[in-house]
């Protein structure tokens, strides 16, 4: 399996300018291949694919000024990622979704390049990252590197530099606990287990919302193209990312404790993209990072050799874990439920359980996992006073 670690550079200041300058490189040669495909296609109706622009990286060395000093490899990556920015934009054609045409990329939009080849370009020298045409780079091992390192990434986030290795890594099964687990993700907790506990939301974009409405005002007022534009950008930059770093570290630690305690773990199959359409809950459920913990989860239980299953979600919170009597009046406002056949419980652990005997049934039972809500039924909860 194929593992991504992620580490901080600290770079010189003349290390920085290179950088810096091949990223600029990197994004003009980006807008020529696109401008190039637009063109041929636009004018004779013809493709222009990637092999055809991979050909003209030798010739550009020889030619550009700026170029000749940039490994290959730097180029080549460049044009595979614009390639892939077409190929994402035909899938989504083909399957009905908007398009969203490949962009050409403004200054400051571009931050990134890659090697594809470790040894060739880049390479750990003892403590530092050996780049081509860069020199050694500071780097912060803040974990060891494992597996093969197949290809390196080098990005820039908000001022800060990063080597993201990408490693080819055995699995690491863990050993098996008999247990299964339901979550339902929701907007007043965060998510809700099976056994009857809520993860409270941390709200993490709105409780920095103050302090973004500031920064953002900052910004505008600023003349374009000024060096306080650029400070006050990259302060709301540094803001945006250190939200984005609250929220990944919270949804990664609790991916990892799910993980390390159950076997399998069942979730809804949510389509998420249609849900944010609606703008009452768009960014609530967008804050709440719904989309990466499914995605953490799965990839986290692929490792560990756990097992994630998606089911359905309709009906799981509008119908009784213990009848399956279906509630037509259940609107978002009732937090609680109360059945006629003696379940009293939280509405969103009801929906939980609800979750987890879906994705049991779609197994054909429970041959070996045991619920962990049948050890610790809900239903002995109180319903809140009024």
Known sequence: MIKTFQYRLYPTSSQRKTMESTIETCRRLYNDCLAERKEAYEERKDNVGKFAQLRKVKILKDTSPYAEKIHSHIL???????????????????????????????????????????????KVDGRRLKLSGVGRVAIRWHRPLEGEVKTLRISRKAGKWFASFSCEVDENPLPATG??????????????????????NPKWCRDGQAKLRVLQRTVSRRRKGG?????????????????????????????????????????????????????????????????????????????????????????????????????????????????????????????????????????GGQPRWELTWAVAPCVSQEAPAL
């Open 76 to 122: 080549q990556v460049t044009v595979a990622d614009l390639d892939k920015a077409f190929q994402a934009f035909f899938r989504r054609v083909k399957a009905g979704e908007k398009a969203g045409y490949p962009r050409f990329k403004g200054q400051g939009r571009f931050d990134s390049f890659g090697f594809k080849e470790y040894g060739n370009g880049f």
């Open 179 to 200: 247990r299964a687990i339901g979550i339902d993700v929701g907007i007043n907790s965060l998510i809700a287990t099976s056994d009857g506990e809520l993860v409270e």
């Open 227 to 363: 060096n306080n534009r650029r400070k006050a950008v990259h302060a709301l930059q540094v803001h945006h990312e250190h939200i984005s770093n609250q929220r990944k570290d919270f949804l990664n630690k609790l991916a990892n404790d799910l993980v390390v305690n159950n076997d399998l773990i069942a979730i809804e199959d949510l389509q998420i993209q249609n849900m944010v359409k609606s703008h009452c809950l768009s960014k609530s459920i967008l804050d709440g990072g719904w989309g990466y913990f499914a995605k953490r989860l799965s990839d986290k239980a692929v490792e560990a050799g756990r097992e994630v299953v998606r089911v359905n979600p309709a009906y799981t919170s509008k119908s009784c874990s213990g009848c399956g009597t279906i509630f037509g009046d259940l609107d978002l406002s009732v937090r609680w439920i109360d059945c006629d056949c003696g379940v009293s419980m939280n509405r969103d652990v009801n929906a939980a359980i609800n979750i987890s005997k879906k994705a049991l049934q779609n197994r």
